[in-house]
């Protein structure tokens, strides 16, 4: 017989380490070059889809869609129409949001007035069939946003107020914006044709499935 002391059976789950939770990971602030590179990146790939959307005749919802119905009506330049509409939504994302993601969404827009205004110059597209514009242009348009949002910044109007519901109501932001992005191409009927609010229709949709998917409380933390 063996002369070990005896020990109860081990019970593997209690000896298996528990996950990591949230709370048990150290999250680190973005520093300034990566919101910069970010802010950057984002605008330029927006700035890309609206220059698909400006060739192929289409437009996009929220304050840009907005600047596209007056630019279509008008033939103001795109990019001022744009940096003017989103200029009351300042102070809501001031007192909303707090100054850093106002700071940070007003180098946006001014960037992306300049990029839209100024890309053209540089490159041109020869050929573009409207349903590429509109499925590449969505999916730029997503990307671009989840950029800017994961680093605290947007482009504005409809984007300010989706983000701020979320966070407030807990309402997806893709669904809010959705809605929203409609409302205004549903307007451009009165600018364009239906076969093109069709398609920008389209873009809509695969934009805001996009963000929808992609930006989901609780699975990425945003600082």
């Known amino acids: 017989m063996s002369d070990l002391p005896l020990h109860p059976p081990v019970d593997a789950a209690a000896t298996t380490p528990a996950p990591a939770t949230m709370d048990d990971l150290t999250i680190r602030s973005h520093t300034l070059f990566e919101d910069a590179q970010a802010i950057f990146t984002g605008t330029l790939f927006v700035s890309l889809a609206l220059i698909l959307f400006a060739q192929a005749g289409l437009l996009t919802g929220g304050t840009a869609g907005a600047a596209f119905v007056l630019h279509y009506a008008t033939d103001v330049n795109l990019g001022r129409l744009f940096f003017l509409i989103n200029l009351p939504f300042y102070w809501f994302a001031w007192t909303r949001m707090g100054r850093e993601f106002t700071i940070k969404t007003f180098i946006s827009i001014a960037l992306l007035s300049l990029m839209t205004e100024f890309s053209p110059r540089l490159f041109a597209i020869d050929r573009l069939h409207p349903a590429y514009a509109a ?18 910044a947007s482009l504005g109007g409809a984007t300010i107020v989706s983000l701020y519901l979320q966070k407030a109501k807990g309402w997806r932001a893709g669904k809010v914006q959705m809605a929203m992005d ?32 992609n930006h989901r409380p609780g699975r990425y933390a945003v600082l």
């Open 135 to 152: 499925v590449l242009g969505g999916l730029l348009l997503g990307s671009g946003c989840l950029f800017l949002a994961r680093h605290r």
């Open 182 to 213: 409609c409302a205004i191409v549903l307007l451009a009927l009165t600018v364009i044709s239906p076969e093109r609010v069709a398609y920008s229709v389209l873009a809509a949709v695969v934009m805001n499935l996009f963000i929808a998917v």
